[in-house]
């Protein structure tokens, strides 16, 4: 028996998308973070993107660790299951999630101190084995539920708002997730939609592990002078590679990006440059080029914002693990136990 | 040498060691002894004393030879194998006196390397070997399997039946079976030839065994998993727990997987174990029955999963091999000093179930029952093994299960429940038990959905920091604990005869051990009626035989009487019942040690009655 999504009445100005829901069905419930917080973008473009998508809300699960970040799952996809697990472990929860269901879409949402700072070895393990998963930081450089203290992807010489200065050299995480084996990368910024819900609708698509680094900056701890992360400091700094259709089928993701195809870049000022793909030495199936660019640009005091990389063969854990297709939390006794004569033989082979 | 005490006689009831030096090969050449004994109809008790190294450092074997069917550790021993010239001094001085010392004679030693007291028997085996094969490698490796043919002369061994075995042992691999038969042989026939044989040792066919099967509790823990619908399994190297997810794999391998060669299994090697806890509890979430494998230091790592678990209501079965703590502790020794860390395990006011499997047969049934547990109460249930049991193979009933057998996977909401209309509200209790009703992730497009945490939430789990909600909840879990004493596996009660005025409280690897003390106790005259506690929480039977006797002895393996403190705690109960009988110098306990602390606590407390009387007298 199967349950077909059955959409609420709405509004008849408000559109549908092709399986009959309207933006509204991919909301959830009313955000208690602060006014202006970039979390709160990127939430929107997540009800955007699957929206877009023609995704079931029910069919996403979503996952979290401990954070401002991570309290947002509550705030979209209202009915789809949501776990807000324990700081920095989200990772594990959602692999094990996925291993008991490869079926579900699985959405990560995480910060940059639960992910880069506490949580960095799950987040380094979850990308290395290929977890099936959109994985996004929503990353502001601090501690926004604990009141501003510095994250590791906090600016070396960046300045807290109680005035202390961050010695330490910050982590990239896109560098990081590129270096992993992540399958798919980019970096997005919480004030850029346009460029953020094509990138995420990418992720979803994509069967791998997908990193997304999204600048979301916190108005309450890091929009101040000596910040490195505030709204004008980002949208000045900000260097968008390149702007991708993304075609809903899977493995199509990257198929109509061919040389020719045309790449948007935007400015420092925020207006936007048409690039042709030719014209950059720039491919985003080349990790090792995507490494060379982060680098580079960051050099230049630059972000690099865009799809980094994408590998359109990737395999996920479940592929490696040669797991059967049907999920495993349907298996029923017939299919996992062995049963009684299997039992009598394994005694007799004890004696 | 002719010794100084007469030598011992025993027939099917003594101790021999056997050291070695670690990764020498000698461990399979020791099975195969002790196996064949097991084949003579003759009950053995087999125990691994290793350290904690891979390659060179000294490793003993004991092999306890009891057609009674004592299997818990004797103490002492009566034959020793002697071949780790490292260790030869600590050893010889382990023989009891009148007992017997095997070694390799190729070398003369001077005589103050022996001593007077016992039988020595000195075999060539390098000079038989080196005569026999040229590969150095060879020549090691075949000296175990001739000092076994030796042995087996000297303690009157059926040779046939160590034949049969070694046939077993290279099924497969036939070409390796002509040179291990002929190192047996050369072993045995140079014994018979030079010495007199037997010695006062010996084995003698017997009928003792019965249907029993001969398993390390590791393994059947594994295969408990397969059996009870495991599909997930995540876990971190640690010993003495490692064999187990081992173990998994491989009969998930045999059994798991489809005519496709798919797996109907998933096994993960986390990069730690707050990763393979983790992912147990995202599987639970998702559905599925997830397990890990672990010992102390895991446990510890694990702890805010655990609360998350507890709080959050997610089934996760946590199989704890448990060893010497604190820290890294002794990891190769054994001790059930786990038992508070995990029954109050993570912050806040937390309770979890443990289940105590006694050997290797329980191991199998616990975890397959844990598995159902955890579905039917919604949190972490804790298999409480230890490495005494878990990585030693033991004697034990065999496995069981009823081919009409049903998983319970608990109060799960379907699609068509939420669709008939029921009411969906994830931390309500609507039976009265405790116990809620879950939904997993995907089941409805518009019902039963709802938002996971750690935080504290009304019935249908909205986030709520309102005082009555939080209190709700927390009576809410405590009676579903409640609960739980009638859904764990109940105690089991001996009694000696005629109540006792003093009984004895024991778990887990105690077991056989205790049995023997108790008839070793009888035999002073003094009766005991016992109660092994299977699981915490504890039923109400457990406070009625503390009630029922003058006073009851806990007898654990551990330094600070952990589950007497649990019992005291639990019942509310004045401590000065419970005597803590207490083991934990990383051996196994034995019944001479119960036995004997138990007589002198009595003894002690007679006397001091005594001196009571004759003061009140006076
Ligand atoms: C084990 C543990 N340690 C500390 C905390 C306290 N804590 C809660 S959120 C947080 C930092 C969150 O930072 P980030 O992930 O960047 O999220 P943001 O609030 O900035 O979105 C900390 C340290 C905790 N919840 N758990
Ligand atoms: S503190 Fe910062 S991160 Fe947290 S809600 Fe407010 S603006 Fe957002
Ligand atoms: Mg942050």
């Known amino acids: 028996m199967t349950y077909l999504a059955k959409p609420r009445l709405h509004h008849p100005t408000l559109a549908c998308n092709a399986i009959g829901f309207t933006r509204r069905d991919y909301e959830g419930k009313i955000s208690t973070l602060c006014a202006g917080c970039g979390h709160d ?22 996952l979290s660790g401990i954070g401002c970040s991570s309290k947002t799952p509550d705030y979209f996809l209202g009915q789809a299951h949501g776990f807000n697990t324990v700081h920095g472990r989200m990772p594990s929860v959602l692999t094990g999630a996925n291993l008991a269901n490869r079926e579900l879409i699985y959405l990560g949402v995480s910060g940059d101190g639960d992910s880069a700072s506490i949580g960095i070895g799950q987040f380094v393990h979850a990308i290395r084995r290929g977890v099936n998963m959109t994985y996004i930081v929503e990353n502001n450089g601090v501690y926004g539920l604990t009141k501003g203290q510095f994250s590791a992807t906090a600016d070396q010489g960046s300045v807290s708002k109680k005035g202390v200065v961050n010695a330490d050299s910050p982590l990239d995480m896109v560098t990081m997730a590129l270096q992993l084996g992540a399958t798919y990368v980019g970096r997005g910024f919480s004030g850029d939609k346009k460029q953020l819900v094509p990138l995420i609708k990418g992720a979803l698509n994509h069967r791998g592990a997908a990193f997304l680094d999204v600048i979301s900056p916190c108005v309450a701890f890091n929009n101040h002078a000596g910040s490195t992360r505030s709204y004008d400091w980002v949208r000045e700094h900000n260097a968008a590679v390149n702007r991708l ?13 061919a040389p020719g195809d045309t790449i948007d870049v935007e400015q420092h000022d925020g207006g936007v440059l048409r690039l042709h793909k030719l014209d950059a030495a720039w491919d985003p199936r080349d990790r090792i080029a995507a490494l060379n660019l982060v680098q580079q640009r960051q050099a230049r005091g630059e972000l690099v914002t865009g799809l980094l990389f994408v590998d359109p063969q990737a395999r996920d854990l479940h592929g490696h693990l040669g797991t059967v297709q049907q999920p495993l939390n349907t298996l029923s006794e017939r299919e996992l136990c062995p049963g009684t004569t299997a039992l009598a033989k394994i005694n007799t082979a004890l004696r | 040498m002719t010794p100084a005490v007469s030598p011992l006689r025993a027939v099917n009831d003594f101790v021999v060691k056997f050291a070695n030096v670690n990764g020498s090969g000698s461990a399979s050449a020791n099975e195969l002894f002790a196996k064949a004994i097991l084949r003579m109809g003759v009950p053995v008790s087999p125990r691994n004393i290793f350290p904690s190294n891979i390659q060179g450092l000294p490793t003993w074997y004991e092999v306890r030879v009891t ?42 030693l001077p005589k103050s390397k022996f001593r007077d007291d016992i039988t020595v028997i000195a075999v060539p085996l390098t000079e038989l070997c080196n005569a026999a094969w040229e590969d150095p490698r060879q020549r090691q490796l075949f000296k175990n399997i001739m000092y076994v043919g030796a042995l087996s002369a000297l303690l009157d061994m059926d040779v046939a039946t160590l034949e049969a075995l070694v046939a077993e042992q290279y099924r497969g691999k036939e070409k390796l079976l002509p040179p291990n038969l002929k190192a047996l042989h050369l072993g045995r026939d140079w014994a018979l030839q030079n010495l007199a044989c037997p010695i006062g040792l010996t084995v003698r066919r017997a009928d003792a065994v019965g249907d029993r099967i001969f398993v390390e509790g590791n393994a059947a823990a594994a295969l408990g998993c397969v059996y009870g619908g495991a599909t997930v399994c995540a876990w971190y190297p640690i010993t003495p727990s490692s064999s187990l997810a081992e173990a998994f794999q491989k009969y998930c391998q045999k059994y798991r997987v489809d005519e496709a060669g798919n797996a109907r299994f998933a096994i993960l090697q986390a990069e730690d174990e707050i990763a393979s806890i983790g992912m147990v509890v995202g599987a639970g979430w998702n559905g599925a029955r997830a397990f890990t494998a672990t010992s102390g230091p895991g446990i510890s790592l694990m702890n805010e999963f655990i609360g998350l678990a507890y709080f959050a209501e997610i089934p996760a079965t946590i199989i704890n091999v448990q060893r010497g703590g604190p820290s890294t502790g002794m990891p190769t020794r054994t001790q059930q000093s786990d038992v508070l860390a995990c029954a109050y395990a993570s912050h806040g006011d937390t309770r ?46 065999p496995f069981e299960w009823g081919e009409s057998r049903r998983y319970d996977r608990g109060k799960v909401m379907t699609a068509g429940d939420l669709e008939s209309g029921r009411e969906f509200a994830r931390y309500k209790d609507v039976d009265g038990d405790g116990i809620p009703w879950r939904t997993w992730p995907g089941t409805h497009p518009d019902k039963g959905a709802y938002f996971t945490r750690g935080t504290s939430r009304n019935p249908q789990a909205q986030y709520s920091e309102r005082g009555p909600d939080y209190v709700y909840n927390m009576e809410r879990l405590l009676k579903k604990f409640d609960n739980a004493k009638s859904l764990v596996p109940q105690p089991v009660i001996v009694q000696s005869g005629p109540p006792a005025r003093h009984g004895v409280i024991f778990y887990g690897s105690t077991s056989p051990a205790m049995a023997e003390a108790i008839e070793l106790l009888a035999g002073q005259g003094i009766a005991l009626d016992t109660l092994r506690v299977r699981a915490y929480p504890f039923p109400d039977t457990v406070r009625d035989f503390i009630e029922a006797h003058a006073r009851v002895f806990v007898v654990e393996q551990n330094r600070d009487g952990q589950l007497r403190t649990l019992l005291v ?14 083991h934990y110098d990383g051996t196994p306990i034995t019944a001479r040690f119960i036995a004997g602390a138990i007589a002198d606590a009595l003894a002690q407390s007679a006397a001091a009655a005594k001196t009571a009387q004759m003061e009140n007298v006076a």
């Open chain 2, 67 to 108: 057609e009674r069917g004592w299997l818990g550790r004797r103490g002492g021993v009566d034959l020793m194998v002697a071949m780790n010239p490292q260790t030869w001094d600590a050893d010889i001085a382990e023989i009891e006196p009148g007992g017997y010392l095997f070694h390799d004679g190729s070398k003369p």
């Open chain 2, 352 to 397: 979890h179930v443990l289940l105590f499997p006694e050997d290797p047969h329980e191991c199998f049934a616990f975890s397959a029952a844990a598995l159902d547990l955890a579905d039917r109460l919604q949190t972490p249930v804790f298999v409480m093994t230890d490495l005494d049991i878990g990585m030693n193979q033991r004697l034990c009933a």
């Open chain 2, 569 to 582: 705690n639990e019942f509310d109960m004045d401590p000065a019942r419970l005597v803590a009988v207490l």
């Open chain 1, 245 to 257: 259709d993304v075609m809903p089928a899977r493995a199509q993701i990257v198929a109509d990006y």
């Open chain 1, 41 to 62: 973008s990127i939430s929107a473009a997540i009800i955007q993107a699957c929206w877009e998508l023609d995704i079931e809300p029910h069919r996403v699960a979503k």
